[in-house]
């Protein structure tokens, strides 16, 4: 067909390693027990932010700084932010992506994040640690979906690129990246078992 693909949006999906990250899961959800129970700021700014659930983002949001299971994580992540942005073709000569924020996501049955972006970063993801079957995943938006006042509906059959949202499942011991203007949700757990994620962001230096 006579027709260009324009204005991609790249989303990235993969295992973070080929093996090890059973036993990083396993320290990881240890430390988050230990975390949400030591960190009464946290559980206070959840109550109004993270309503039901637990997250230490407006506490302890450079996990990355402070425990060496979370440098872990960074170490492991760092090919993967690499191979995404060399996918985006960014210039970045005299600069390097480093991460800045690292933080922990506990979501209980019925709890939601609802869309955002992270409008100073450059790169943002989630390591997912914890899934229970039926956890739902994370939700795109298509960024123009607020020009499209007159456009009809899509089919029900339209490939990916074409829709308004895709959901992205949460599988644990895969990591997802995106670029950090694209807008998401995370739509109610509705299942009785937590699920666990570590979220980040990555800016350019």
Known sequence: ??????????????RLAARGTAALNAQILREAAVLREDDGGGRV???TNYPGGYTSYGSVCRLQTVSPTFARLEALLKRHVSVFARS?????TGKQLEM????LNIMP???????HLHPTSAISGTYYVQVPK?????KFEDPRLDRMMAAPPRRATA????RPWIMAPAVAGYVTLFES????????????????????????F
């Open 1 to 14: 067909m006579p027709t260009d693909l324009l204005f991609a949006t790249r989303l990235y999906r993969a």
């Open 45 to 47: 700014w959840s109550r």
């Open 88 to 92: 985006l073709e960014w210039d970045l």
């Open 100 to 103: 800045t924020d690292c933080w």
């Open 109 to 115: 049955k019925g709890v939601t994040h609802g869309l």
């Open 134 to 138: 039926g956890a739902p995943g994370l």
């Open 159 to 162: 490939r990916a690129a074409n």
């Open 181 to 204: 203007w694209l807008r998401h949700e995370v739509p109610a757990n509705p299942v009785d078992a937590e699920r666990i994620s570590v979220s980040f962001n990555y800016s350019w």
